[in-house]
Nanobody, 123 residues
Framework: QVQLVESGGGLVQAWGSLRLSCAAS????????MGWFRQAPGKEREFVAA????????YYADSVKGRFTMSRDNAKNTVYLQMNSLKPEDSAVYYC????????????????WGQGTQVTVSS
């Protein structure tokens, strides 16, 4: 079992930056692939970014590539999502999630989810 708590969301102007954090508790955090997903009102939840257990591999949705950076610190049981050049269409609830798969960015493989943190980007 892994418990996840996101923080760092808020209101920011377009082209601004935010850094989301996700603190994990439970066993074997360092063995999980970690991901960020988001859900805007009226839309389905979508993949944003993933990082492998060793942080040696990352993968991003095309919509955030070049603007968002995901990282992890296994010593602190924490993952981060640095979001730069934010756009109004990035507004959503952002969820941190953990997958026991060796490597995956498919939502159905993520068994553990945080409660989400709201990001609102004003134009």
């Amino acid at each position: 079992q892994v418990q996840l708590v996101e923080s760092g969301g808020g209101l920011v102007q377009a082209w601004g930056s935010l850094r989301l954090s996700c603190a994990a508790s439970g066993r074997a955090f360092s063995s999980y692939t970690m991901g960020w997903f988001r859900q805007a009102p009226g839309k389905e939840r979508e993949f944003v970014a993933a990082v492998s257990w060793s942080a040696g591999r990352t993968y991003y949705a095309d919509s955030v590539k070049g603007r968002f950076t995901m990282s992890r610190d296994n010593a602190k049981n924490t993952v981060y999502l640095q979001m730069n050049s934010l756009k109004p269409e990035d507004s959503a609830v952002y969820y941190c999630a953990a997958s026991a798969s060796t490597w995956s960015y498919r939502e159905h493989t993520y068994a553990f989810w945080g409660q989400g943190t709201q990001v609102t980007v004003s134009s």
